[in-house]
């Protein structure tokens, strides 16, 4: 069984022929700083093993969740910006799906 976002994934004017994803344009950065956050976790996982003081890492577990929280909403400005704008162009029922798609990628944010 499919959950919510399996079931969205791969629909709609994002996944069409010829169409490219909002975050094309900005891909290597996007990818820097997951190389980055990736860096971020490996040190977690060092300050666990050499039982670095429970605070310092919480501290930096805060600063990782930051760091994915800053990539989820720039991905999401780009989705807005490209995939809803494209969808709103083409017909309002492909705009409401990809409205209503976004809305739950919101609620899935605010719950995580």
């Given amino acids: ?13 994002c996944d069409m022929p010829g169409h490219h994803h909002g975050y094309v344009d900005t891909k290597d950065a996007y990818l820097a700083r997951l190389r980055r956050i990736e860096g971020q976790v490996r040190g977690l996982e060092r300050m666990i093993s050499e039982e670095k003081y429970c605070i310092d890492i919480l501290t930096q577990v805060s600063a990782v969740t930051s ?46």
């Fill in 67 to 112: 760091a994915l929280q800053s990539v989820a909403l720039m991905l999401l400005d780009e989705h807005l910006g490209s995939c809803v704008v494209d969808a709103a162009r083409t017909s309002d029922e492909a705009a409401a799906r990809k409205l209503d798609e976004a809305s739950k990628a919101i609620a899935r944010l605010v719950r995580s």
């Fill in 1 to 13: 069984m499919l959950n919510e976002s399996e079931e969205d994934a791969g629909s709609g004017c």
